[in-house]
C-alpha cells in the first residue's frame, strides 16, 4: 500500500486530475441514478386468481378448485405458505416463497398446475407477482363541470399519452362509465314463441358474422367469398328474425326481435369515484419493476398540467410516492450535510488549522460521489437504505484521513527541519499504514455477513451495507494517496511546542492511576456492562420502529346482498361525516372497490375511502373516534380505519400480531374469531383490528321434489332453466353507431324475491310446471369466504400494535390468547411480529458472531498473534453500556434498525482500539515497557482517537434528531441507529483509553509473571 502514497507524492498532478475526474463522474451519476424510497426488493410471492362463473357458492369453489389446487401444490411446488381466499366470484392464492427463488419458473409451474386441472366452464385465471399488484406510485383525481368531456379526453388524449411514458406498467381508472345496450326480453312473449334466451344468443351470434359461402378460381389464384352480415345499427337488430324451434316438426314462423324485446341504451359503471364529494376520475399508476418513480411521477406531473391550462378540470392529487422519495432524500442529504458540517467544525478544533481541516475533509465528497456512481453503475437506486449508510458513515469517512493528516501533522512539528515534506508525508503515512489498513478492512469485514443474511433483513439492509463499505473503501484510498500529496503541498512546517497540554496530562495522570489499579478497573468496567444489561428488561424491542402517518383509510362494507347504489348511498353519509371533521384536509372515495388490496374484482357492497389529514393531526388518534363515529352513522356496514402508511408496500410488517384460529367446524370458527376479536378490542395498545372471518349469508338451496321425479325433471335442464332467469347473457360486441359496445341480454322482470324464484315456469315431460311444484327451496347459511393455510381451514384476526415495545405487547396477548376456551376441533396459533423479531434477530445475532470472528481472523494477522486481538475485542463488550443506556434515555427500542447499529460499532470500536495498540506494540518493539508503552501510546493516540469518535458522533447528532414530521421513512432508518451508534461509541471510546490499557497490561504481567516463576522453579 505504501507504493500508492509513493506514487501519489511523485505525481501530485496526475492523482489531482483523477480525483476531479472521479468526482465528475459521480455528480453526473448522482443526476442519473434512480430514486426509490426504499430498495427495489421483490418479496417472493406469487397470487394466483382465478374468477368463477356468477352464481357458484364458496363452498361449491372450494371442492372444485381450491383443494385439488392445494393439493397439486403442495406435491410439485417448493412453496414456503400458500393461503387461499374462496368466494362465489373469486378464489385467491398467496403462495409465499423463500428469498431467492427464481419467480418466473414457480409461476411456469403454477400455470402447469392450473393447465392440468379439470377446472369448471368459463373459468379464468392470472398469475401476478407482488410487483404488478403493489408497485402503486401515483394516485390523483380528476373533476370537471363536464363529466362525459373529461372521460372522453381520459380514453382519447391523456391516458394514452401516459402509457407512452417510459416505467409505467398500467393505469388504472375508477369512475368511468360507459355505454351499454340491453336487449330486455318479455317473458311471456318469450315463452309464447317457446324461445329462450340461449335459443336468442344462438340466432344473434350466427346472424352477428360473416359467413363463407365458396371461393371463386381467378387467374390462378383462389379468392374465398364470403357473406358479411354483421348487424350495424339498432333497426337491423330490432329487425333480425329469431326462428323458434319446430314442434312436433311443424315449422314455426320467425319473429323479429323488437316484437319480443325492447332494446336501450344505458350509462353503466363499475365503481363510481369521487373528490372531497364532487364526481371525480381517480387515476391509479403502477411502475414496471426497476421504473424510476420520481421521473415517472414527474413526467406525469408535466403532462397534467400542460394539459389542465387547456382544458377545462381540476387536477388534485391523492398520492404521490415521487414527492416522497423527494422529501425523504432531501431531508437525509440535509441532515448529512449537516453532519458533515458538524465533522468539519471538530476537525478544525482539534487540529487548530485551515488548511489541515480542508484537507483531512475532501475524503468527504470523494468518498460519497464515488459510492454513487458505483451504485449507478451497479444498478442500485438512491433510497433511504443508500442515503442512510452513507449518512451513517460520514463520520467514518473521515477517520483514516484524520489519523494520517493528524500523524503527518506531528511529523511535521517534530521532524520538520531535518527531513523534506514529502519525505515525511510518505514516513508519517507508512507509520499509520497498518492500522488505518487493519482499521478500514475491520469495519468493513463486520459488514459481510449481511451479504449472507437471508430474509428481510438481509434484502432491505444489504444496500445499506455496501454503501458504507464502499464509502469507507474510497475513504481509504482517499487517505492513503490524496491526503499525503495535498498534505507535503500545502501544511506548513511548525516549531514543536515542548510544553505538553492540560488534556493530555490529565489523561497521563488518570491512565497511570488506572494501570496501577488495573483489577480494580477491570472488575468496575464488567459491572458496568452487566448493570447495562439489566436495562433490557425496561426496552422495548421491534422488528422496526412505528411511527404515526397523516393519512387515513376507511374501509366499508355492506351485507353482500347490496347494490352499487345502496353502497353509493352509504359512502354519501361517510362523506358527509368526513367533512364535519376539522382534521380532515381532503378525502376521496370509490365505490364499488374492493377493500382487499389483492382482490382485482369491483365489488358493488364496498368502498375504499382515503383521507388526508391537516398537518398537526396523527392517524393514531382518531382511529377509534372515527371508528366509532362511523359504524353509528351506517350501522349495516362494517368499517375499518386503518393508518394508511402502515397499509403500503409489502414484506414483513414489524408491528403486526396475527391470530390463527383453524378447525373443520366453520360455525366453530366463527365463534372464535369473534371471541378473539372482542378480547383484543379491550387491549389500548392495539390498533387496526380487523376480523378476516367474513361470517355467512343466506343461501337458497333448490332440490327437486317426488313431483319433480315423477315429471322426469332433469336436474341440468333445470338449472339451465334457472341459471338462465338469474345470471344475464353476455352477447359478442357490437358495432352500432359507428362504435363498439357491449350487448347484454336478459328478462324484463328480474327475480328479486323468494315468491318470485318458485314461480318461475320450467318446461317439463309433463308440460310447463311452475318450480314450486317440481323442487323444494331450502334456505341454508354458506360461507361469504372460505379461508385456508396450507390447506386447513382458517380464520384470521389481526391487529397493529401502538408504540414500541411490540414484543411485550405481543407475549401479553399471546398469553391472553391462551386463556380463551373454543370449541372442540378450534385450534389457535398466534404470530406476526413476535415471530418475525425473533427470527430476524436470531439472523442480526448470527451476523454480529460472524463479524466478530471474521474481525479476529484480520486482527490475528495484523498483529502476528492472538493475545492482542483478544485484548481489542474485548472494547467491544463495553458497547451495550452506552448503547442501551442512550436508547432507553431517548425512548427508542431495540430494533432491526438499532442490531445494525451495533454491527457497525463492532468495527468502529475495534478500530480505536487497533489505533492505540498499534503503537503500543511498536514501542514494545522500540524496548519501552508495559507501562510506558500504554502511556506514551495513549498521549500520542489520544487526539486522533478522541477526533474521529467525536467527528463520528457530531455526523450523527442530525440523524439521532430525525422528526416523524417530515419524512417517516428516514426517521424511522436512521434515527435508532444514530443514537445506538451514538451511546455505544461514547462509551467504548471513554472505556478503550483507560480499560485496554488496563487489560493489556493484566494480560503482559500475568504472562511475565508465569515467565518469572518457571525459570524460579527451574
Not at 388534485?316 to 442529504?333: A, C, P, Q, R, Y
Not at 325433471?713 to 341459471?723: N, P, S, W
Not at 408504540?803 to 376456551?821: P, R, W, Y
Amino acid at each position: 500500500m505504501i507504493k500508492l502514497t509513493k506514487w501519489s507524492l511523485k505525481n501530485g498532478i496526475a492523482v489531482f486530475l483523477l480525483c476531479l475526474l472521479i468526482l465528475g463522474g459521480g455528480i453526473f451519476s448522482s443526476s442519473t441514478i434512480s430514486k426509490e424510497i426504499m430498495p427495489d426488493v421483490t418479496y417472493p410471492a406469487l397470487f394466483v386468481q382465478v374468477t368463477t362463473p356468477n352464481g357458484t357458492s364458496a363452498e361449491v369453489n372450494e371442492e372444485r378448485i381450491t383443494k385439488p389446487f392445494e393439493e397439486q401444490l403442495n406435491a410439485n411446488a417448493d412453496a414456503k405458505s400458500v393461503i387461499s381466499t374462496t368466494s362465489s366470484q373469486m378464489i385467491t392464492f398467496q403462495i409465499e416463497y423463500p428469498y431467492g427463488t427464481d419467480l418466473d419458473k414457480s409461476s411456469a409451474k403454477l400455470e402447469s398446475i392450473m393447465s392440468g386441472l379439470s377446472l369448471p366452464e368459463y373459468t379464468e385465471h392470472n398469475i401476478l407477482t407482488t410487483d404488478s399488484m403493489m408497485n402503486t406510485i401515483m394516485q390523483f383525481a380528476l373533476t370537471s363541470d363536464q363529466p362525459d368531456d373529461l372521460q372522453m379526453f381520459l380514453n382519447d388524449t391523456l391516458i394514452p399519452e401516459m402509457k407512452k411514458k417510459e416505467g409505467i406498467a398500467s393505469i388504472d381508472v375508477s369512475g368511468e362509465s360507459e355505454n351499454q345496450w340491453f336487449i330486455r326480453v318479455d317473458e311471456e312473449k318469450a315463452q309464447d314463441n317457446g324461445l329462450t334466451l340461449q335459443a336468442i344468443r344462438e340466432a344473434l351470434d350466427m346472424r352477428n358474422k360473416d359467413v363463407s359461402i365458396g371461393a371463386i378460381e381467378s387467374e390462378g389464384n383462389t379468392i374465398p367469398v364470403s357473406l358479411n352480415r354483421q348487424i350495424r345499427t339498432v333497426e337491423e337488430l330490432k329487425k333480425t328474425k329469431i326462428t323458434p324451434p319446430a314442434t312436433l316438426g311443424t315449422p314455426v314462423a320467425p319473429v323479429e326481435l323488437g316484437e319480443i324485446a325492447k332494446i336501450e341504451m344505458k350509462k353503466e359503471g363499475g365503481d363510481l369515484s369521487r373528490y372531497n364529494g364532487d364526481k371525480a376520475f381517480v387515476i391509479n399508476v403502477t411502475k414496471e419493476k426497476g421504473g424510476n418513480t420520481v421521473e415517472i411521477t414527474k413526467a406525469v406531473d408535466k403532462l397534467l398540467n400542460q394539459y389542465q391550462k387547456q382544458g377545462n378540470y381540476e387536477v388534485f392529487s391523492i398520492m404521490n410516492f415521487g414527492n416522497e422519495i423527494e422529501t425523504s432524500i432531501s431531508k437525509l442529504v440535509k441532515e448529512g450535510l449537516f453532519g458533515a458540517l458538524f465533522t468539519v467544525i471538530v476537525i478544525a478544533l482539534f487540529l487548530r488549522s485551515f488548511r489541515a481541516t480542508i484537507i483531512s475533509i475532501i475524503s468527504l465528497p470523494v468518498s460519497i460521489f464515488v459510492t454513487i456512481f458505483i451504485f449507478e453503475k451497479m444498478g442500485y437506486s438512491l433510497n433511504v437504505m443508500t442515503l442512510g449508510g452513507l449518512a451513517v458513515a460520514i463520520g467514518r469517512i473521515v477517520d483514516d484521513s484524520i489519523v494520517v493528516i493528524e500523524n503527518i501533522d506531528r511529523w511535521l512539528k517534530e521532524q520538520g527541519g531535518q527531513l523534506p515534506k514529502k519525505e515525511i508525508a510518505r514516513k508519517a503515512t507508512q507509520e499509520v499504514m497498518k492500522a488505518i489498513a487493519s482499521s478500514t478492512l475491520v469495519t468493513c469485514i463486520v459488514f459481510l455477513p449481511i451479504v449472507f443474511v437471508t430474509g428481510f433483513t438481509g434484502e432491505q439492509f444489504r444496500p445499506f451495507s455496501l454503501a458504507v463499505v464502499f464509502s469507507i473503501l474510497a475513504s481509504f484510498f482517499v487517505a492513503i494517496m490524496l491526503i499525503p500529496m495535498l498534505s507535503s503541498v500545502f501544511l506548513k512546517v511548525k516549531p514543536k511546542k515542548e510544553e505538553e497540554g492540560k488534556t493530555i496530562r490529565l489523561y497521563e495522570k488518570t491512565l497511570r492511576g488506572a494501570l496501577r489499579r488495573k483489577w480494580l478497573v477491570i472488575i468496575a468496567s464488567l459491572l458496568l456492562l452487566v448493570g447495562s444489561f439489566a436495562l433490557v428488561p425496561m426496552m422495548g424491542f421491534s422488528l422496526m420502529p412505528s411511527e404515526s402517518g397523516t393519512s387515513l383509510k376507511i374501509g366499508m362494507k355492506l351485507p353482500a346482498s347490496s347494490e352499487i347504489d345502496d353502497t353509493n348511498t352509504a359512502s354519501e353519509k361517510v362523506e358527509s361525516y368526513l367533512e364535519s371533521r376539522k382534521e380532515v384536509d381532503y378525502s376521496s372515495v370509490q365505490v364499488g372497490q374492493s377493500i382487499d388490496p389483492m382482490s382485482m374484482q369491483s365489488t358493488e357492497n364496498q368502498a375504499i375511502f382515503i383521507v388526508k389529514l391537516k398537518d398537526g393531526y396523527k392517524a393514531d388518534v382518531l382511529l377509534k373516534p372515527f371508528k366509532k363515529d362511523l359504524e353509528n352513522k351506517v350501522t349495516t356496514a362494517e368499517i375499518t380505519v386503518e393508518d394508511y402508511s402502515a397499509t403500503m408496500g409489502s414484506g414483513p410488517a414489524g408491528n403486526i400480531v396475527n391470530v390463527e384460529l383453524y378447525g373443520d367446524n366453520f360455525a366453530a370458527l366463527e365463534k372464535a374469531s369473534k371471541l378473539v376479536e372482542e378480547r383484543l378490542k379491550e387491549n389500548d395498545q392495539l390498533k387496526n383490528i380487523k376480523n378476516e372471518m367474513t361470517g355467512a349469508r343466506t343461501k337458497w338451496e333448490v332440490e327437486i321434489n317426488d313431483e319433480g321425479r315423477k315429471a322426469n325433471v332433469d336436474g341440468t335442464q333445470l338449472m339451465a332453466a334457472i341459471q338462465e332467469r338469474l345470471v344475464p347473457v353476455q352477447l359478442m360486441d357490437y358495432e352500432l353507431k359507428d362504435d363498439t359496445y357491449h350487448l347484454t341480454l336478459e328478462y324484463d322482470q328480474k327475480v328479486a324475491t323468494k315468491e318470485d324464484l318458485l314461480n318461475l315456469k320450467v318446461l317439463t315431460m309433463k308440460g310447463e310446471k311452475e318450480l314450486k311444484d317440481i323442487a323444494e327451496l331450502k334456505e341454508v347459511k354458506t360461507p361469504v369466504e372460505i379461508k385456508h393455510e396450507d390447506g386447513q381451514a382458517l380464520a384470521k384476526v389481526t391487529a397493529t400494535v401502538k408504540g414500541q415495545n411490540v414484543l411485550e405487547v405481543t407475549q401479553k396477548i399471546e398469553k391472553e390468547m391462551k386463556e380463551l376456551s373454543f370449541e372442540d376441533g378450534v385450534t389457535l396459533k398466534t404470530g406476526g411480529a413476535n415471530e418475525e423479531i425473533n427470527q430476524e434477530f436470531s439472523k442480526m445475532i448470527t451476523a454480529m458472531l460472524m463479524a466478530i470472528g471474521l474481525v479476529f481472523i484480520v486482527l490475528c494477522a495484523t498483529f502476528q498473534g492472538i493475545l492482542t486481538p483478544i485484548v481489542i475485542l474485548t472494547s467491544i463488550l463495553f458497547v451495550p453500556i452506552g448503547a442501551f443506556g442512550l436508547l432507553l434515555l431517548t425512548g427508542q427500542p431495540l430494533s432491526l434498525s438499532s442490531m445494525i447499529g451495533l454491527l457497525m460499532l463492532i468495527g468502529v470500536v475495534v478500530t480505536n482500539a487497533v489505533v492505540l495498540l498499534d503503537r503500543v506494540e511498536m514501542n514494545r518493539k522500540n524496548g519501552m515497557d508495559v507501562t510506558e508503552a500504554l502511556v506514551e501510546a495513549g498521549k500520542v493516540r489520544l487526539r486522533p482517537i478522541v477526533m474521529t469518535a467525536v467527528a463520528t458522533i457530531c455526523a450523527l447528532i442530525p440523524l439521532a434528531l430525525s422528526s416523524d414530521t417530515e419524512s417517516v421513512s428516514a426517521a424511522l432508518i436512521s434515527k435508532g441507529l444514530a443514537i445506538t451508534v451514538i451511546g455505544g461509541l461514547t462509551t467504548s471510546t471513554l472505556l478503550t483509553l483507560i480499560v485496554i490499557p488496563s487489560i493489556y497490561k493484566a494480560v503482559k504481567r500475568d504472562r511475565k509473571n508465569v515467565m518469572r516463576r518457571g525459570r524460579k522453579t527451574a
